[in-house]
């Protein structure tokens, strides 16, 4: 008897496993937001940021012509070590999609962005997610970056690197005192988001960079990397 009413019987078993199925998954979804949020919402420090945080969702800027990278690539060669080295290897092909940055992150960013124009700056995304392949290549170059594949906040929609945009052409040069002043206000107002900047490291000083230190750690744990 109960054969004839097996299918009968087998989807009922499934309607009643699929409640705590859901459940589970969102859990496992709200912890990891939680957790990604106390990693860089507690320390912003700035009202005026908060404030834009806690406002209406900011939009990212249009897409440069890619010319604008082309020229940067080519006269890479004619900088000082300095400015060099704020130039990523290869700008033309690095990936400027803002969709590839983690949501909660790309806020912050644009909130410096916003902020930024508002004291007479232009940004623009020179990089944001970086692949492994990538990230590999650059380390063993050794000019921009020490993190292997896996290592770098890159790879997790964490981090991203901005430069000053005047006239139609990235600004690097950091013997000219506007753009100096201007990449530490960018680095001032990342730490006042809860972002790490990259104009602090002891190392390279890496100025164009910012990131979200502890999510990224807590990324790199989820992926093995810690």
């Given at each position: 008897?109960l054969?004839r ?5 087998l989807a009922a ?8 199925l859901?459940?589970?998954?969102v ?11 106390t990693g ?8 005026q ?10 939009v990212p800027?249009?897409?440069l ?6 020229i940067?690539e ?25 969709d590839?940055?983690?949501p ?16 007479g700056y232009?940004?623009?995304?020179v990089e ?16 921009a ?28 040069n950091?013997?000219?005192?506007w753009?100096?002043?201007g ?9 006042q988001a ?9 190392s390279?000083?890496?100025y164009?960079h ?10 790199r744990r989820?992926a093995g990397?810690?």
């Open positions: 008897m054969w009413y097996r299918w009968s019987l078993a499934m309607l009643l496993g699929l409640p705590p859901i459940v589970l998954l859990r496992h979804d709200s912890v990891h937001l939680a957790s990604f949020e860089y919402t507690d320390p912003v420090g700035n009202p940021i908060l404030e834009l945080l806690n406002g209406e969702r900011l800027p249009p897409a012509p890619p010319e604008v990278f082309v940067a080519a006269e890479r060669q004619q900088l000082d070590r300095v400015a060099a080295e704020l130039v990523p290897d290869k700008i033309v092909s690095a990936d400027r999609r803002w590839a940055i983690d909660a992150f790309q806020q912050r960013v644009l909130v410096i962005y916003a902020l930024m124009k508002q004291r232009d940004m623009a995304l944001g997610y970086r692949s492994p392949a990538r990230q590999a290549e650059l380390a063993a170059a050794g000019k970056t020490r993190a292997k594949a896996g290592q770098s906040c890159h790879q997790y929609g964490l981090a991203v690197d901005s430069a000053i945009l005047k006239d139609g052409k990235l600004q690097w950091m013997n000219d005192d753009v100096r002043e990449y530490f206000l960018y680095g001032e107002l990342a730490e809860g972002l790490s900047w990259g104009g602090n490291w002891r390279i000083k890496d164009v910012v990131e979200a230190k502890t999510a990224c750690r807590d990324a989820r990397h810690g």
